[in-house]
């Protein structure tokens, strides 16, 4: 598993792999779409829902529907409470 980090505009920037997700759906009970993922996966790389949209070749709209079912499936109301859970507890960062 690689992670890497930047530092940008004072915050510091962490991606993780989303290689954990199955085993959290599989935990959880989750049941994600193919699309679903690929989505978890831009949110992941910090990409804006236009950005999600360029990469899989979809309409802007239709990031933002897979993004609130994924709000709905983590039962969160943000990016940041998405990721968390997406990570697991084992991947909580704290940033001083």
Known sequence: MKITARIGDGAIIVKIPLVVVPRIMQQSGLDL??????????????LANKEIANKLNISESTVK????KLFSKFRVD???QLMRKAMGPCYTLHVL
């Open 33 to 46: 779409s193919r699309r679903q993922t690929e989505v978890l996966e831009g949110l992941n790389e910090g």
């Open 65 to 68: 529907f897979h993004v609130s």
């Open 78 to 80: 943000s990016r940041i």
